[in-house]
């Protein structure tokens, strides 16, 4: 069984671009959160999907950045405009429980965003 | 509220020798208390958890006690490996995971 993927691996971008991240989560886990640990410093939560609904975005840390997950399936996170304190390294993780809580969460290996 | 403070890297050790990686955490209720492993080009894996008050957890030869009373989760294992050599991440799930900012360790032969 696949676990959970992330695309880029990598990114470098400049500052002002936009950038969009990709995560797929295992098959059949309708929970997708996304984090971000940010110059070495603690792993921190962004949003919650229950399925296609957002069940918690409260970390998202402003309006520069959307999270989608239409259909319920794989997650995509645009940083538009990008800004320097944006490089980090995202990761995406998936559960198979409703609430998010009970079961444990599968993280994938994480993009790594620089913003120059 | 819920936060995570463990203990700053690099940590290098020699092989077989004893590590112990701090962890305290600050949290509202009854928490569960977790290590994760993150291995290098690899994402973050489950080590151990703890659900309740005195648990241990263990796993791969590492453990950690949830204590209450210090309000700690403190990683340990007897004798390390080369293979050991990771970054380990403390947390606690309230509502939602809250993460320490990780601990690398060195393990040299």
């Known amino acids: 069984e696949a676990g959970v993927t992330q695309f880029p691996s990598h990114s470098v971008i400049e500052k002002g671009q936009t950038v969009t991240l990709r995560c797929d989560p295992i098959?059949?886990?309708?929970?997708l959160y996304w984090y971000r640990r940010v110059m070495g410093k603690e792993i921190k939560f962004l949003l919650h999907?229950?399925?296609?609904?957002?069940?918690?975005e409260s970390g998202m840390p402003n309006n520069r950045f959307l999270a989608e997950r239409t259909g319920g399936t794989y997650s995509t996170l645009k940083v538009q405009p990008a800004e320097l304190e944006d490089s980090g390294v995202y990761f995406c993780?998936?559960?198979?429980?409703?609430?998010?809580?009970?079961?444990?969460?599968?993280f994938g290996p994480g993009t790594r965003l620089t913003v120059l | 509220g819920d936060s995570v403070t463990q203990m700053e890297g690099p940590v290098t050790l020699s092989e077989e020798a004893f590590l112990t990686i701090n962890c305290t955490y600050t949290?509202?209720?009854?928490?569960?208390l977790f290590w994760y492993v993150q291995y290098p080009g690899e994402g973050l894996q489950l080590l151990l958890k703890a659900t309740k008050a005195d648990d241990k957890g263990s796993n791969k030869g590492f453990e950690a006690t949830y204590r209450k009373e210090t309000t700690s989760f403190h990683l340990e294992k007897g004798s390390v490996q080369v293979s050991d050599s990771a970054v380990y991440f403390c947390a606690l799930r309230g509502n939602k995971f809250y993460f320490g900012s990780g601990t690398k360790l060195n393990v040299k032969p």
């Open positions: 993780a998936s559960s198979q429980d409703r609430t998010g809580l009970r079961n444990e969460q599968f």
């Open positions: 098959s059949g886990h309708d929970n």
């Open positions: 949290a509202t209720g009854y928490p569960s």
């Open positions: 999907f229950v399925k296609e609904s957002k069940q918690d």
